[in-house]
């Protein structure tokens, strides 16, 4: 895939997954519900010594920009803030929005800046 035909390609991934569950994005005791986002990389640490070690779940999520908006405001993704989705299984997970190491809590996906790139990891540690 050429770089110039990555956005497109990103924009139609989006549009495709859109009718699955969606989430919902939550700031303190405000939330966006019903916000199309797209889960784009999941990763696994493992975190710990064993017996005692867990695995935490990184996921990054793709928003329309203009789609995360609470009451007229525009939001920003900003340390904190959580993702509820429900998985395939009816399990609720919870992801807290945070910032890679040396980095931000988020990137635009491309030049247009339509879509934001939010880095996320699961609030509750499990040992799946």
């Known amino acids: 895939m050429r ?3 990555a956005p497109g390609w ?14 919902t994005y939550r700031r303190g005791n405000d939330s966006i519900t019903e916000l199309a986002a797209v889960p784009v990389e999941t990763r696994h ?3 710990g010594d064993e017996p005692a070690s867990f ?3 990184d996921r990054d999520w793709i928003v329309w920009v203009e789609d995360l908006v ?15 989705w429900t998985d395939a299984t009816g399990t609720l997970r919870t992801f807290r929005v945070l910032p890679r190491t040396g980095d931000r809590c988020f990137r635009h996906t491309d030049q247009t800046m339509q879509q ?10 499990n040992s799946e």
């Open 3 to 5: 770089l110039a035909d």
């Open 10 to 23: 990103l924009n139609s991934r989006l549009n495709t997954v859109a009718g699955s569950p969606a989430v």
């Open 45 to 47: 640490t493992e975190i």
């Open 55 to 57: 695995t935490a779940r």
């Open 70 to 84: 609470n009451a007229g405001e525009r939001w920003t993704p900003k340390r904190g803030d959580e993702i509820d």
């Open 116 to 125: 934001y790139r939010i880095y996320t990891q699961e609030g509750t540690p």
